[in-house]
């Protein structure tokens, strides 16, 4: 039997319709791995600006009954018999990461969720809630600040600026079509521009976003489809940082493969941009597996590097990335080298409730940690189906249960006083900031 806030958070449903609305006299659940938690009104946030709701088809939600005070798995609505009803999720805006998933149980004909993080939701005095943690402020990809109509006009300028520039082209789709935020902000002027280079990767992630084998799981964007010339990349980068005060230009999109594996581009690439620039910071997104061609993009003007891992322990991170042609001790090797040479290392790490926060993951973060120091871990929601994805893991390494990923960020910061949280890659000027306060 669950204890019941005495201000509960409704629990919200669709029907087949898709329309979403709160059932009377049950309180909205959350999960970690396979615990349920009711979401009590004090631990979670109003669902951010530019969230949405999304119906998860072949499910049923699991929901706290206030009459019998037991959790439930509805087969219909309550309120209206014979009326099918679905799980709802919310996928929450950049800068939250979530503390339970939405809770469901899988139907007979259930596939793959499509490639999303499913928070967990509610209703409450006339919001949505979520269970989520604020881990970044900057509003840099706040939708408010991105109009279609500033965006457009951006692209416009830049056609006139960059003719002929085919990764300049290639931004427009990403800005225009997909509504990529980072694409947008290159058009606006404002903040951190991509630089996407690579077609290839050397890792099959389960959640790869640009790249899925067969027809299980649907890619969210098409990869980029040619290697732009040092040259287009250089022009690129330097309209962005002339442009814009503090600015950021970073190697590594989730519409491209590892930029490791376009070394041949980005290294001339690097060294254009130093040749006519100090300004900016030159950021790289990757799997960090090729340390030997990190240091040479170190030596040529890199300025920060943000590792992508799901998980410290190398069963679960294998298990996920897969792997092609290098091994777990090659991202460390790459840590450890940018470490020496000085430079600003991030984590890019995939929290998904019920395995980011177990006590096994976290006993091997924090020895990770301690080992392979890192300036600022980036807390990134895992956009995977978590049902599937708490399978998997719990196939390859033990899980216990879930500690709650507010205690995990705390424990952290009292092992780690100086770690940074945050979400997105922070331009060189605040490179050696003071962590901000944890508001749990």
């Known amino acids: 039997m669950a204890k019941v806030d005495r201000d509960p958070i409704a629990a919200v449903v669709a029907n087949d319709r898709g329309e979403i609305f709160d059932l009377d006299g049950y309180a909205a659940v959350g999960m970690a791995g396979e615990q349920m938690t009711l979401l009590q009104a004090a631990e979670t946030c109003k669902m951010p600006y530019g969230s949405e709701l999304m119906r998860l088809p072949d499910r049923r939600p699991i929901v706290f009954n206030r009459s019998t005070l037991e959790f439930e798995v509805l087969t219909e609505n ?30 007979p004909r259930a596939g793959y969720l499509p490639l999303f993080s499913y928070g967990a939701v509610g209703w409450h005095r006339g919001n949505f809630r979520s269970a989520i943690l604020q881990v970044d402020r900057e509003p840099r990809q706040d939708l408010r600040q991105m109009q279609r109509r500033d965006v457009a006009a951006g692209v416009r300028k830049m056609r006139k600026m960059l003719p002929g520039n085919r990764l300049r082209a290639h931004l427009e789709h990403c800005a225009l079509v997909y509504g ?21 990767c050397n890792a099959r992630c389960l959640g790869c976003l640009s790249l899925q084998p067969g027809e299980r799981v649907s890619h969210c964007q098409d990869r980029i489809g040619f290697t732009p010339d040092p040259e287009e990349i250089a ?19 989730g519409c491209e493969g590892d930029p490791l594996l376009a070394a ?28 030997e061609v ?40 790459s840590l450890d080298l940018a470490n020496r040479l000085g430079k600003f290392v991030s984590l890019n790490y995939l929290n998904c409730p019920g395995i980011s926060d177990s006590p096994q993951e976290y006993e091997a973060l924090k020895s990770f940690l301690g080992a392979h ?14 049902r599937r994805y708490w399978q998997a893991m719990a196939a390859v390494a ?9 205690v995990l960020l705390a424990e952290l910061r009292r092992h780690f006083p100086d770690l940074r949280y945050g979400y997105f890659n922070p331009p060189r000027e605040r490179f050696h900031a003071p962590p901000a306060p944890l508001e749990l």
């Not at 030159?282 to 960090?288: E, G, Q, R």
């Not at 996920?320 to 090659?330: I, N, Q, S, T, W």
Request: aromatic content about 10%; overall charge positive; proline content about 9%.
């Open 398 to 406: 033990p899980q216990g249960p879930p500690m709650g990923v507010r």
């Open 180 to 200: 990529c935020p980072a694409g947008k902000n290159f058009f606006l002027g404002r903040y951190e521009a991509p630089l996407p280079t690579s077609r290839y």
């Open 294 to 333: 990190i240091e040479k993009l170190f030596a040529a003007g890199l300025d920060s590097l943000r590792v992508s891992l799901n998980s410290a322990r190398k069963a679960c991170y294998e298990a996920y990335f897969r792997p092609k042609d290098y091994r777990f001790e090659d991202v460390l090797d």
């Open 373 to 386: 120091p890192v300036h600022l871990i980036q807390w990134r929601n895992l956009n995977f189906d978590p």
């Open 235 to 253: 022009a690129v980068a330097l309209a962005h940082i002339q442009r814009v005060r503090h600015s950021v230009v970073s190697f590594g999109q």
């Open 78 to 107: 309550p309120m209206l018999p014979g009326e099918a009803v679905f799980p709802v999720a919310a996928f929450n805006s950049p800068g939250y990461i979530l503390t339970h998933v939405s809770a469901f149980r899988e139907g």
């Open 264 to 291: 041949e581009a980005v290294e001339p690439a690097i060294r254009l941009i130093r040749s006519r620039t100090a300004e900016g910071t030159i950021n790289m997104n990757t799997n960090a597996s090729r340390p």
